[in-house]
């Protein structure tokens, strides 16, 4: 079956406002537009502007990558201490309004915000069958890049079913973060209730997927008797279950398997340079995050970037079949392939610990063409052991300990693991430490330590009431004419 992604329509680089070449929330001079009397008039065009919305999909390895190194599983490394200042000052703590990596992912994330609302603009346009497939996959989409903003950046503009255009920016103001978590429950709400289970074409957003992330908003919200039930959905669904085996669950002939969710689909297919990274198929973060200056089997040399911490490591007990899979230790690897008479070697990068991120590694004899542009590994952006462990907390926060230690000790009994053993108030804390050791390296430790209130104790520079969001980036501000107040402490 095909990936969503290997369907290719050229057209969509003219029918975006927002585009290859962003420095601002809205593109100030677009290359060309499609006239809205010439588009839409057909199923295939709303199909055609339904991949579009998809493509900024997989400029959401900006997300993952900065979101590990923010937290306290990873530092930035990379070549030395100014290699990507933005990573390096959001590893730090001491990230501002400029910041070029930060204006990345608010670009790219309402760039597919703006592809959505084009379809919804245009919703009624023309009639064809089965339309609510369409839109309950724009509304998916929507949802999905609403809530990385508002993850990172709070209180956001919140524009709806119409673009943006660049004269327009003024007339949005920042959204009260509780009225874009109530826009993306709707958009999801309606999402699950049209979507089908499953699709012939991998990639394609599913009633699961938007259940699941459903679920999650619910839980950052802390409406967790609401979560139990949306959660229990997906569980009891049947359609999903836990992959058998952790150790190749990231690796490309383990994509789009059962446990998968909602996977970001990436292809080997060229196009990107480091001028243009949001015009990548492929997944960047994987060539970032591997071994630099590396020679030898099984892997591919990368950029050292994203590099867990001896903190990480120790977390881990001895049987834990976790490990080997999240955790590349380079060194053991080094020893254990020469003691078989194999050469490694490789280079030590800025904060070179000795281990790289194991899921997220170029390997030899997957599918590129440059490993660090166009490697076609699948991000797993939601992962049926995630929503297992939601609930766990969901259910542990209403005080049916019982039915969260359940889910909890089906994610431990795949790694290898006995059943937990709690002490009075410690299960809250175990759940917790369980989502570090099963999503490390996955991006969402930090999301999760900020919205528990524990940031400031684990991560280093982190200063309460400042740091829980990053700063609206500083073009923004001044292109919207300065009525958006900054974030506090920025």
Not at 141 to 170: C, H, N
Not at 307 to 314: A, M
Not at 321 to 338: C, G, L, P, S, V
Not at 346 to 359: F, I, L, Q, R
């Amino acid at each position: 079956m095909n990936k969503i992604t290997n369907i290719k329509f050229w057209i969509l680089a003219a029918i975006i406002m927002v585009g290859q070449s962003c420095s601002e929330f809205l593109e100030v001079d677009p290359l060309y537009q499609i006239n809205s009397e010439t588009f839409f008039n057909s199923e295939d065009d709303y199909q055609q502007a339904l991949i579009g919305a998809y493509d900024l999909l997989q400029s959401s390895y900006i997300n993952v990558l900065m979101g590990e190194f923010a937290s306290d599983n990873t530092l930035c490394g990379g070549e030395n201490a100014n290699d990507v200042p933005g990573f390096q000052e959001i590893d730090d703590m001491r990230h501002g309004p400029v910041n070029s990596n930060l204006q990345d992912l608010w670009n790219w994330m309402y760039a597919g915000v703006n592809r959505c609302n084009y379809i919804f603009e245009f919703e009624n346009k023309t009639n064809f069958e089965n339309k609510d497939l369409v839109m309950g996959q724009a509304a998916f989409l929507r949802a999905f890049y609403f809530f990385e903003l508002t993850k990172w950046f709070g209180d956001i503009p919140m524009p709806i079913d119409v673009r943006v255009s660049f004269g327009s920016v003024q007339d949005y103001g920042r959204e009260a973060q509780a009225n874009v978590y109530a826009q993306i429950e709707s958009d999801l709400t309606f999402a699950s209730n049209v979507l089908p289970t499953s699709w012939d074409q991998k990639g394609r957003v599913t009633k699961g997927a938007a259940q699941a992330l459903l679920g999650k908003v619910l839980v950052f919200q802390e409406k967790f008797g609401a979560a139990t039930i949306i959660l229990d959905d997906v569980i009891d669904s049947g359609v999903y279950d836990l992959y058998d085996d952790y150790n190749t669950l990231f690796t490309q002939v383990a994509e789009n398997n059962i446990e998968s969710v909602f996977e970001v689909q990436y292809s080997n297919e060229q196009g990107a340079g480091f001028g243009c990274l949001q015009c990548s198929e492929g997944n960047v973060m994987v060539g970032f995050s591997g071994i630099r200056g590396y020679s030898g089997p099984t892997y591919v040399s990368g950029f050292s970037f994203n590099v867990p911490v001896q903190d990480l490591v120790d977390q881990y007990t001895p049987n834990d079949n976790r490990f080997r899979a999240t955790i590349m230790d380079i060194e053991a690897y080094k020893n254990e392939q020469e003691s078989q008479g194999n050469q490694v070697s490789y280079g030590e990068g800025w904060e070179h610990t000795g281990y790289y991120n194991h899921k997220y590694i170029p390997r030899t004899g997957e599918a590129f063409q440059d490993p660090n542009l166009t490697n076609s590994t699948n991000y797993r952006a939601i992962r049926f052991s995630d929503v297992l462990l939601l609930a766990a907390e969901a259910y542990n926060a209403i005080g049916n300990d019982a039915k969260a230690q359940e889910y909890v000790n089906r994610v431990r009994t795949r790694a290898g693991l006995s059943d937990l053993v709690t002490t009075a108030g410690s299960l809250e804390q175990d759940i917790q430490q369980e989502r570090r050791l099963e999503l490390a390296g996955e991006g969402h430790r930090f999301f999760d330590l900020v919205r528990r209130g524990e940031a400031a104790a684990k991560i280093p520079g982190f200063i309460v009431g400042t740091h829980e969001l990053f700063p609206i980036p500083l073009v923004e501000i001044e292109v919207a004419g300065n009525i958006w107040a900054q974030n506090p402490g920025y």
